[in-house]
């Protein structure tokens, strides 16, 4: 990150939510549990699905670094944000801003192309059960997580160092609860046009090819369950690509949404609602959509308490 000295900005104010003193404490309480509950529940799918041998599959373990990621770019931004609520000042030095952005990218990403991976894996275990195992061997799914990170991490690289290559001129003041990157392009007085560009280029290759991924494999999937007979089995298999689509849709309306525009156009106020979801929100829904109304996890679950109320120092 050579740029970063050539910025005449050494430090950030974020604008932060909202300035009314009633309404930051309603708001801090709400995140503050929305928080916690992200963190235990993200915490719980990774644990469980680690030690339980029957949560041994190729779902479960993308499971696991889906919940991993969520807690990682939940983590970068609420602690900051909560701790704000207090402050009066919400400063932010520039390697700090960075570092915040460089991390939030890159599990953003990871969120976009896990949820690719675990719609193909769906689509390889309902359309093409007999082959599943070879489909979807160790090999195959360790290479595919493998190759999510090392995108990830390319296209944080590459945002990140493009962005704090800019001269930041025109405030300091960047009007968002996080560093991220429209509202810091919208301080910057350099040519933002490449910079814009390769938003829009790497958000095809990151969150545009795993939409695509997704609706392909859902629209098989969907072609597959109107040839079960069974009602009860079509029931199961829809009531589960709803919960998925549910997910989907929030997490990448929210994206599409700040992203996929002029930097020109950014709001403050909409664009930190539409954060809110991604960033706060969804990384909290996710262990509910894709697990604990799962019935392996919550047999899992039940067998793990079991475990700890028998063990010589968990029984009560």
């Not at 939940?74 to 602690?79: D, F, K």
């Not at 976009?112 to 719609?119: S, V, Y």
């Not at 069974?230 to 690509?241: A, D, H, I, M, R």
């Not at 525009?261 to 979801?277: C, L, Y």
Request: charged share 10%; hydrophobic share 45%; with cysteine.
């Amino acid at each position: 990150m050579g740029g970063l000295n050539h910025s005449s900005a050494q430090v950030f104010v974020l604008s932060g939510l909202t300035d009314n003193p009633n309404l930051q404490i309603i708001l801090f309480i709400f995140f503050m549990v929305v928080y916690i509950f992200t963190v235990l529940g993200n915490t719980g799918i990774m644990i469980i699905t680690k030690i339980d041998p029957s949560l041994k599959t190729p779902m479960y373990f993308f499971l696991h670094h889906l919940s991993f990621s969520d807690l990682c770019y939940s983590s970068v931004v609420s602690p900051e944000m909560l701790v704000n609520f207090f402050r009066k000042h919400h400063f932010i030095s520039l390697v700090g801003c960075a570092v915040q952005m460089f991390i939030f990218v890159t599990f953003g990403a990871m969120e976009c192309f896990l949820l690719g991976i675990m719609a193909y894996d769906r689509y390889c275990a309902i359309c093409s059960p007999l082959m599943y195992h070879v489909a979807m061997n160790v090999q195959v799914c360790t290479k595919l997580v493998a190759a999510a990170y090392f995108g990830s991490v390319a296209n944080a690289l590459v945002h990140t160092t493009g962005t704090f290559s800019l001269r930041f001129c025109h405030s300091n003041i960047i009007k968002h609860f996080y560093c991220d990157i429209p509202p810091l392009l919208n301080l910057s007085c350099s040519d933002t046009t490449i910079n814009e560009f390769l938003l829009v280029v790497f958000g095809i290759l990151t969150s545009w090819f795993s939409l695509l991924v997704i609706i392909i494999s859902y629209g098989y999937i969907i072609s597959t369950i109107i040839k079960i007979r069974s009602g009860q089995g079509k029931l199961n298999v829809f009531s589960t690509c709803a919960s998925h689509f549910t997910a989907v849709s929030m997490f990448y309306g929210a994206l599409f949404f700040m992203y996929f525009r002029p930097a020109t156009s950014f709001s403050e106020g909409q664009d930190s609602v539409a954060s809110i979801f991604y960033t706060v929100i969804i990384p909290g829904l996710n262990p509910l959509i894709y697990s604990l109304r799962n019935r392996e996890v919550k047999k899992a679950i039940r067998k793990a308490k079991e475990r700890l109320y028998w063990s010589p120092y968990g029984k009560m």
